[in-house]
């Protein structure tokens, strides 16, 4: 509840602070803002709140996932000094929406209302339309900004028209209602219910980007710049899968068969169509892009398996994935700096040949995150694979478990390509220079993703 | 306590080698690795021959911290089937560091590192009390030595390599579906940590045909290509070929041991059912890649294909044996592990020693080695005669403990697994005729003779070779309490 209004507060204050000649204020202050927001999310620890009129719940889970949303974004931010530097970009603007787009973002993880999780995502969303379009001389951010407008804006649609079917069956928004109702009706809620519930997930499930509504993703990741496509697939997918987890554990955990077999489904064909077409890519950054699809997919086995294990996996998994994320972004803007392609940054593997000669540290962070990813030991990715697995094993689902273990072969292959690059092939590569400050945060997510390799139960007590 | 060393000591050492860098790289890794040899020498010497397991420690990994049992345990001893292993990995670490003297490989301090780090991990795994803890250093292994293959390799390193690391990878995704599965069928009674994945848990359990059934193949699937078996062979030859010789000797001869370790520690005790309704199936392909593996050897011009194929034959054997579910089979694949992982690593150096003087690994353009090189012939001699398993050297025990393990099980299979012994003296002793003897040619003339640390590298094989063969009771007392202990609990 904090964060939320000291956020929305730092935005503005943003705003005003890029009146101010020197723009070197804002990347420190924007950090400061969001280092109080984490501190100030942890005083409500263990007093559980509802807020608003029972439109907002403040719970341990709630505050553990807003953290892993503010640390997500601290990296990010702290990763975007190039903003001073580049001539025509609005930084203020940038971090006040980045700023805002949290706000949302919390909002989607700890709502009790259905009003309140749409607010939410919109506010999440046009913030990343905005973000994405950014790079205004770019045609491939223009055209990625209005398909993710387009799209977002029909799947906010369905999802709202989800939310007036489910209030038509129950004559309710908040959660707890919900609950009650389907409780109540003894398994035979009324059709609306159901028809509202899938007309929700489609529209959250687009905003995961799961197959069948991956397709706007590719395409966005790889048209917004490098930067605001490493926020998108970690912040915007936390909180998407936490609002999931809160939807479908709080009010419709009654009717776990009837939406069980949907996202069973859904995840088979997140998981093929992710981890298959990232086989074939040619373009990190849009390997990265399928990547995070197929991330959608193994997430979403822990929610097809929704029990005691769930919880843990979905927490543990969004932490490791986006350490992971984080860092190859992290990568990438600084080896794609170094190389052009007929004037854009290049952004194939091909830009990665030999990176470990020159540049022993940055290609060490990337494996790290590379083999973090494909869920190898050692890594904190393991564990997040081993827990979504093990919640699997829990409910019996072995099949798409044999599918997930398939998929994740297939996951190395396309992961280790880049590391093949970078240590066994040769390439002109320079010694590239990286500020110090831009270093520790790599260094920080890498050492974080090892230390979880090596004691998953860090955290443990936390959820 | 002694156990935690022997995992640490080898990775602290790596990380030593990465912080100090420099010349001194090989030497720091020389000393650490004999230190280490140091460690399992006490441990063989000290070891009591009973079934118990030694040496350990227990501690809560992902369990609630201070409980005693049950969740995820960070846990390792040393019992009698591990023990050989151990200090087969003890003894050719630092063997394999010294073959590289004469060699000088760029950056030396990643490559002594990546040495040392895997030798930390196969420690583990041979060492391991907790199923994914197994599980853990069994994939940790692979890593750094597809970083010494890919990185050092030869000219088509890049794809052959990578299809190993994968190959390897998506056979043990299988084995973890298992382990999770396990775990999760275990019953502790503590509410904090319902489940445990120790080992000896897994062996407790009493799980349906077909439960046994799906376990035993995803269990096979990750050893078959681990060590490898017929048909999960394929990348094996070109792996050795391609790979730089330190990087195949930890391949050949420790890490394809883990495949075996794997079916005698997890496999046989936790599907018994499953093992009684596949076993045979199993045996038949290990059969098929001894004679397979050896004939295609006998025809094989390049001399380090010539000792993969054969590597792959003999591995056979071991598993043949192993299934076949009898103590001499079982008794003797550990022996064999042993004498194999001894001889293969002479082979592969004696094989290194010649390319690297002749710059040519086609065997019908050597000959008449011998003239020059009165040492290395009989070092290369003794190898030999343990690799064909000739009495009183050490292949003959295993070799002929692991056929009477196959005969007691089927005669027919034994007989076939027989031939191994017959073909394999063909290609050893045409590959020795062809390099050793005959007229000397171009790249032969002027043949350096072994000096220094190559002696060095073979004198205590040679020892090894002899020591085992004649008095093999010395290592098969150690691991008999174990193995029977092991075999009565699988019937």
Redesign the interface.
Known sequence: MLPIVLLSIFGIALLFLGFLKSKTILLPATLLFLLIALGASFLEWNKSYLYFGDMLLVSNLAIVFTAIVLVSAFMVVALSGDFLEDEMAQPAEYYALLLFSIVGAIMMIGYENLIMLFVGVEILSVSMYVLTGSDKRNLRSNEAALKYFLMGAFATGIMLFGMALLYGAVGSFTLMDIKGYVLLSHGQPSLLLYVGLLMVLIGMLFKVSAAPFHFWTPDVYEGAPTLFTAFMSTVVKTAGFAALLQLLSVAFSAIYGFWWAVLAAITALTLLAGNLTAAYQNSFKRMMAYSSISHAGYLLIGLAALGQQSRQALVFYSLAYSLATISAFGILLLVAKQKTNDGRPDESYAAFNGLARQNPLLAFILAVSMLSLAGIPLTAGFWGKFMVFSAAIDKGMVWILVLAVLMSAVGIYYYFRVVIAMYFRDGASERIHVAPFYRFVLITATVLTIVLGFIPGLFQGLV | MLTLILLLFPALAAALILAVRGQQSKQIALIAALVELGLAGYVFFTFVPDANAQFGFNY????PAGSKVGGIRFSAAIDGISLLLVVLTGLLAPLIVLSTFRHTYTRPASFYALILFMEAALMGVFTAQDG?LF??FF??AL?PVY?LA??WGGEN??PVT?KF??YT??GS??M??AL??L??QTQTGNVLAPHSSAIADFYKLSLSPTAQTWIFWAFFIAFAIKMPVFPFHTWQPDTYVESPTPATMLLAGIMLKMGVYGVIRLLLPIVPGGVELWGTTAIVLAVIGIVYGAIIAIRQRDIKRLIAYSSFSHVGLMAAGVFSLTTAGVQGALIQMLAHGINVVGMFFVADIITSRTNTRLIDQMGGITRYTPKLTVYFMILLLGSVALPLTNGFVGEFLLLEGVFEYNNVLGAVAGLTIILGAVYMLRLFQKTMFGKVTDVTEGFHDVSGSESWVFIPLCFMVFWIGMVPNSFLKLTGPAVDNLLQFVK
Do not use: N
Request: aromatic fraction near 42%.
């Open positions: 809560p990994w992902l369990a994914f599980y853990f994939e940790a890593i970083f890919a990185q390193r890049i990578f690391f994968l990878i998506f995704l299988f973890l579906v999770v599965y775990y999760y």
